[in-house]
């Protein structure tokens, strides 16, 4: 069974505008992890923020988790035709429990 | 350096045939997972593998799933009299050791397409 639950599960932008995708889980986490998988390069790791971490960023990526609404989002500010993709999130104890995902589609 | 790199990248099965999926992780990396992905899902774990002990295999859907790895290295996942509900995507991971901040590297997977 899945932990996550992403939203929205589609999301099509002009490229530079921003892109935000939802989170969900079910049970306490110790981490919480975004991946991104796409046709050519696979699952890839984003970035990865603790339990008692509320905000972390990594390029143009900006993720935030609250813990009390066990709910993250991830930002992606400025998107490039290169971020079309599947986004996941994923809780782990050591194994991944990962959404369905949002596929986001980034027009030129 | 290398990535995770499976084999072979897709396969189509007869009903009821048996199949044997390759992974081979990062070299050095003491855990390996296996995971299955239906189309439209995320990934969902099968296995995990510390060096050559299998410490969890919760996630296998009947025991016609069976997965090994010998000398701590290269995994095999093997599928007995594979069914149409089979089909999907496999993908191995592997990372430097078990712990939970540990990032998993995945490889390209196996599409298994059963007809």
């Known amino acids: 069974s899945q932990q996550g639950e992403e939203d929205p599960q589609a999301l099509s932008i002009q490229e530079g505008e921003n892109a935000t995708m939802n989170c969900s889980y079910k049970t306490s986490i110790n981490n919480l992890q975004w991946y991104r998988q796409n046709s050519g390069r696979g699952l890839v790791h984003l970035i990865l923020i603790r339990s008692n971490e509320r905000e972390k960023h990594s390029g143009r990526l900006r993720v935030t988790l609250d813990t009390s609404k066990k709910s993250s989002s991830l930002l992606i500010t400025a998107s490039r035709a290169a971020d079309t993709a599947s986004y996941f999130c994923?809780?782990?104890?050591?194994?991944?429990?990962f959404g369905a995902g949002t596929t986001v589609t980034v027009r030129a | 350096g290398a990535g995770v790199s499976q084999s072979p990248r897709y396969k189509v099965a007869k009903r009821g045939q048996d199949v044997a999926l390759r992974c081979d992780p990062i070299?050095?990396?003491?855990?390996l997972f296996w995971y299955q992905q239906a189309l439209g899902q995320g990934p969902e774990f099968l296995t995990y593998?510390?060096?050559?002990?299998?410490?969890?295999k919760s996630g296998l859907p009947s025991d016609r799933f069976f997965a090994e790895r010998p000398e701590g290295s290269v995994s095999t996942l093997k599928i007995q009299r594979t069914q149409q509900e089979d089909s999907a995507v496999y993908l191995c991971a592997s990372s430097w050791t078990s712990g939970s901040t540990d990032t998993q590297y995945f490889g390209p997977g196996t599409r298994l397409t059963v007809l």
């Open positions: 994923a809780t782990d104890d050591y194994k991944l429990s």
């Open positions: 593998f510390q060096n050559e002990a299998q410490l969890d």
């Open positions: 070299s050095g990396h003491v855990s």
